[in-house]
């Protein structure tokens, strides 16, 4: 049976360019920011994860910060998580002022019980091992929604699902290796489907390539490509890089090269 939540939203994920499941997790994290701003900059419980994970990814912060401005037009809760993340970074600062001193007169007993201990990088109070709270969320989508998908093509009463994913842009790499890592028994049928068609797509991504570079040699300069190849670059990125978050280029194969 196709899960009804996903079913809806990978008809809708089909629609867009790139990877179909890169779309769905960027709409996942892009609702989480929208509730971040809206209900969690002062929850104790999402302050501790902030300062945990120290702030957010570089990605996640500029997103945090823009839905906010199009969101209420000013930057009140950026700047309140901010300053909160800015006074912890401040107080473990003042903790290594001392360390500079250390390098120069560091006692030699020391250095050589030292060589014993597990390597500390100095920086450490400045690093973290916890990830941004939105990749985290965006992971946990991203789980579900792969498992739901190979369900889907797995079904053998209902070829809806694998009808709806050969309208799309097909999976990127890295879902590709995700589905490969959890499927399971029962959802085997849908991992086979997957592999045979992405066999097929890249034999001819591959065919379209080496048609596109070929026509760059002096003596094939006038000889117009295929729209499959004029696109076949553009292709090869969606595979390999995923989709982008905002504009995505569409291979309608009408644009000049």
């Not at 086979?192 to 094939?220: C, M, Q, S």
Request: net charge neutral.
């Amino acid at each position: 049976m196709v899960n009804p939540f996903f079913a809806n939203k990978f008809e809708q994920a089909v629609k867009e360019q790139g990877c179909p499941l890169c779309f769905m997790r960027q709409q996942a994290e892009a609702k989480y920011i929208r509730s971040i701003i809206a209900d969690h900059v002062t929850d104790p419980a999402s302050r501790v994860h902030i300062i945990n994970s120290l702030g957010y990814c570089p990605r996640h912060s500029w997103q945090i910060s823009e839905v906010e401005k199009q969101q209420d037009g000013e930057s009140l809760g950026t700047g309140i998580i901010y300053e909160h993340l800015t006074k912890v970074i401040l107080e473990r600062l003042e903790d290594l002022r001392r360390y500079p001193k250390t390098l120069a007169h560091t006692n030699p007993l020391a250095k050589r019980i030292e060589q014993f201990l597990p390597a500390r990088r100095p920086s450490a109070p400045l690093r973290t091992e916890t990830p941004c709270r939105v990749c985290v969320m965006g992971a946990e989508s991203d789980d579900s929604y792969v498992r739901w998908l190979l369900e889907g093509l797995a079904d053998p009463e209902h070829d809806e699902t694998r009808q709806l994913y050969q309208k799309s842009n097909r999976l990127c790499f890295d879902h590709l290796r995700q589905s490969l890592d959890k499927a399971v028994p029962n959802s085997a049928p849908g991992l086979e489907f997957l592999l045979e068609d992405t066999l097929v797509t890249l034999k001819n991504l591959d065919t379209d390539l080496r048609g596109h570079i070929a026509k760059y040699d002096w003596d094939k300069k006038s000889t117009p490509r295929s729209a499959a190849e004029q696109f076949s670059w553009l292709r090869a990125i969606y595979f390999f890089a995923g989709r982008r978050e905002k504009d995505n280029p569409k291979p309608d194969f009408s644009s000049p090269d």
